[in-house]
């Protein structure tokens, strides 16, 4: 009887902290309204790069070294109401990439990471920089993230 009660609450204590880590993951903020409009599109974009290249790290780790070959392998979308994400990996390392679905009203239609923002938002209070591609179709980098 002890056996079963010590069971139950550590798989209750299981399910709490996997509910808290994924609860923390897919809480974002939304950028400020008073930034300009391809600040605000990167920020969004930036924020969703940032939380995927995590869980695809996440991913690696937890599978021995070997990376997700698609989102469908880690359980996530590719598609979102607002968003189309690609994932491909380079020598192991996932790049992903974040397009807006309907760019019409944008001023920066897609951005792309790699492991290397992780490592820079912890060097930078949050910060790291992605490629962002404009509606011309040239890209450049902007430092997105939470400023601390």
Excluded: W
């Amino acid at each position: 009887m002890r056996r079963a009660a010590a069971g139950r609450l550590l798989a209750l204590m299981l399910l709490a902290a996997c509910a808290a880590k994924e609860s923390s993951r897919s809480r974002r903020s939304e950028p400020a309204a008073d930034l300009p409009p391809d600040r605000r599109d990167a920020e969004l974009l930036g924020q969703e790069v940032f939380e995927l290249v995590d869980r695809a790290i996440d991913y690696r780790g937890s599978h021995q070294g070997r990376p997700a070959a698609s989102f469908r392998q880690m359980g996530i979308d590719s598609l979102t109401p607002t968003t189309a994400r690609s994932l491909v990996n380079l020598a192991r390392e996932p790049v992903i990439t974040v397009t807006f679905r309907r760019a019409a009203s944008r001023e920066i239609t897609s951005c792309r990471g790699d492991s290397q923002i992780l490592e820079e938002a912890t060097l930078n209070g949050g910060r790291f920089t992605v490629m962002c591609t404009s509606v011309s179709g040239s890209q450049r980098p902007m430092q997105v993230g939470a400023d601390r």
